[in-house]
């Protein structure tokens, strides 16, 4: 059974980017939304067990997805994908739920590293 899979940033570029770095062999269901709002949607829709999530989103940022996720206790693993990489920001979003924080441009060794530290993609 296929992964359902949001990837929520404004920037097209950086969710086909985002898109590509996904471990070929994980069976997933790729979604995306362009900003805060969409991405929370998106999660409510069952669109977003795993969210890779970027900080810096016009309508709703990164901070506010996390923090209504946590406060509606919607089910998602959130791993934050931000070039804002000052460790207060890092510290802020782990407060907040994410999994893991990694810096852009990902690729796809370290999309693949993070998910199996944290047993989303096993047998890889």
Same mark, same amino acid.
């Given at each position: %059974?296929?992964? #359902? $899979?949001?990837?929520?940033?404004?920037?097209?570029?950086? !969710?086909?980017? %985002?898109?590509?770095?996904? =471990?070929?062999?994980?069976? /997933?269901? *790729?979604?995306?939304?362009?900003?805060? /709002?969409?991405? /929370?949607?998106?999660? !409510?829709? +069952?669109?977003?067990? $795993? /969210?890779?999530?970027?900080?810096? %989103? =016009? #309508?709703?940022?990164?901070? +506010? $997805?996390?923090?209504?996720?946590?406060?509606?206790?919607?089910?998602? %693993? @959130? *791993?934050? $994908?931000? +070039?804002?990489?000052? =460790?207060?920001?890092?510290? !802020?979003?782990?407060? &907040?739920?994410?999994?893991?924080?990694?810096?852009? =441009? *990902?690729?796809?060794?370290?999309? !693949?590293? @993070? &998910?199996?530290?944290?047993?989303?993609?096993? +047998?890889?």
């Amino acid at each position: %059974m296929a992964t #359902n $899979v949001l990837i929520c940033d404004d920037s097209s570029f950086a !969710r086909k980017q %985002m898109a590509r770095a996904i =471990p070929k062999e994980w069976e /997933v269901d *790729i979604h995306f939304a362009g900003d805060g /709002v969409e991405g /929370v949607q998106a999660i !409510r829709e +069952g669109k977003g067990e $795993v /969210v890779f999530l970027d900080l810096t %989103m =016009p #309508n709703m940022d990164g901070y +506010g $997805v996390l923090e209504t996720i946590r406060k509606e206790d919607l089910p998602a %693993m @959130v *791993i934050v $994908v931000s +070039g804002d990489i000052q =460790p207060d920001a890092q510290d !802020r979003v782990r407060k &907040l739920g994410a999994m893991a924080f990694i810096k852009k =441009p *990902i690729d796809a060794d370290k999309a !693949r590293e @993070v &998910l199996t530290e944290y047993g989303i993609l096993t +047998g890889a």
